[in-house]
Nanobody, 127 residues
Framework: QVQLVESGGGLVQAGGSLRLSCAASGRAFSSGPMGWFRQAPGKEREFVAS????????YIADSVKGRFTISRDNAKNTVYLQMNSLKPEDTAVYYC????????????????????WGQGTQVTVSS
């Protein structure tokens, strides 16, 4: 298992930016893909973005494409989610997750592909 701790959430006005970080400890961080999901009140957990184990490939959900980017620094055991042009509908608890390397690339969009989850960080976007 990997222990994950998210940080960087907060309250921001629409159009603003935030950068979320997820620090990992435990088993080898660079062994598998990493992902970000979010969950708004009353809604199911939603895929946001994922990055391959090497950081060379990323996949971004259509709902945030062009505004959010994901990256990782394996030397620092950290994955990032840069969120720009935030909208009120981006308000949610954001979770990072560590996945098993079942296949190459970054297309890891469902929660069942991930074995470890952080506690989440709240992002609130005001209009």
């Amino acid at each position: 298992q990997v222990q994950l701790v998210e940080s960087g959430g907060g309250l921001v006005q629409a159009g603003g930016s935030l950068r979320l970080s997820c620090a990992a400890s435990g088993r080898a961080f660079s062994s598998g893909p990493m992902g970000w999901f979010r969950q708004a009140p009353g809604k199911e957990r939603e895929f946001v973005a994922s990055v391959s184990w090497s950081g060379g490939s990323t996949y971004i959900a259509d709902s945030v494409k062009g505004r959010f980017t994901i990256s990782r620094d394996n030397a620092k055991n950290t994955v990032y989610l840069q969120m720009n042009s935030l909208k009120p509908e981006d308000t949610a608890v954001y979770y990072c997750a560590a996945g098993g390397r079942y296949y190459s690339g970054a297309y890891y969009t469902t929660p069942d592909l991930y074995h470890s989850w952080g506690q989440g960080t709240q992002v609130t976007v005001s209009s």
